[in-house]
């Protein structure tokens, strides 16, 4: 009976594997990890997305957009201090990850902005993403939607109850 239990357990412990790993996704030489976003109250008309990208090649990207079924349009953007004042601006020209490297897309840095919500983003739901990078191309991601205040995806964290900057009060810059 002992035996037909550590069986089950093992069982279970490989396909939570499978399935966390079923997240990534991969472009040209480019891997994306860990994709999530936090649920967004209602009335909401904006939500960020993170996630990390790591370059596996010997040649530089840059991811320049994304585009989503749930938002009017889908922005690059950087947050930073500036004089002790909060500022948030558009990367126009979008984020290079150079050879070798990993750019993680957090709150309170870069982050993709969902803007002009066509509905809210509930936690434990799944909203899908079409990330386009310069030379690897398109690929989709499924944003994890987390709780409102969460500060990382679920499984990586156990700071996920702390709240993190949002975007109210927030200037933008060109």
């Known amino acids: 009976m002992k ?7 093992a069982a279970l412990i490989l396909v939570s594997t499978i399935a966390a790993q079923a997240e990534d996704a991969k472009v040209g030489d480019l891997l994306i990890t860990q994709p999530w976003s936090r649920a967004t109250p ?29 938002a009017g349009k889908v922005e690059l953007h950087e947050m930073s201090m500036d004089n ?8 126009d020209k979008g ?29 434990g739901a799944r909203v899908p993403v079409t990330l ?22 679920a499984a990586s964290s156990g700071d996920a109850h702390k709240m993190a900057p949002d975007h109210s009060g927030m200037k933008m810059s060109k």
């Open 84 to 91: 002790g004042v909060m500022t948030m601006r558009p990367l």
């Open 132 to 153: 386009t990078f310069e030379k690897a191309g398109k690929v989709d991601v499924n944003l994890d939607v987390q709780g409102v205040g969460a500060q990382a995806p």
């Open 95 to 123: 984020l290079a990850i150079a050879p070798g490297q990993s750019i993680k897309l957090a709150p309170g840095g870069y982050h993709l902005m969902l803007m002009d919500l066509k509905g809210g983003l509930i936690q």
């Open 42 to 70: 209602g009335g909401a008309k904006v939500a960020g997305g993170y996630l990390t990208i790591e370059n596996k090649g010997t040649a530089p990207d840059r991811l320049l957009s994304g585009t989503a079924a749930i």
């Open 3 to 9: 035996i037909s239990r550590v069986m089950a357990s």
